[in-house]
């Protein structure tokens, strides 16, 4: 088992910047996929943005040239730069990781944010 707790999440206005952390609570096995997703209210949850264990990253249409992923192996911590937000930007944030072999697909309790002036 392993917990995904995600902080960072808050209010802030457009065009601002936030960044979100995942810390996962036991290291990591490889080959893996952390990501971020966000669902908004009367929305179906989507992704944000992927990292494997490979270091190859996938970004949404939506947010492309302003979020970023990255992670800190030696921190068992994946972290989620998200610059120029947008009112549409506004959601709850959970932290992902899926480890490919063992199978396994953890979800973060979320973290909200809320981009409004």
């Known amino acids: 088992q392993v917990q995904l707790v995600e902080s960072g999440g808050g209010l802030v206005q457009p065009g601002g910047s936030l960044r979100l952390s995942c810390v996962a609570s036991?290291?990591?096995?490889?080959?893996?996929?952390m990501g971020w997703y966000r669902q908004a209210p009367g929305k179906q949850r989507e992704s944000v943005a992927t990292i494997s264990s490979g270091g190859r990253t996938n970004y949404a249409d939506s947010v492309k040239g302003r979020y970023t992923i990255s992670r800190d192996n030696a921190k068992n911590t994946v972290y989620l730069q998200m610059n120029s937000l947008k009112p549409e930007d506004t959601a709850v944030y959970y932290c992902n990781l899926k480890e490919t072999f063992q199978r396994t697909d953890y979800w973060g309790q979320g973290t909200q944010v809320t981009v409004s002036s």
């Open positions: 036991r290291n990591i096995i490889s080959p893996y996929v």
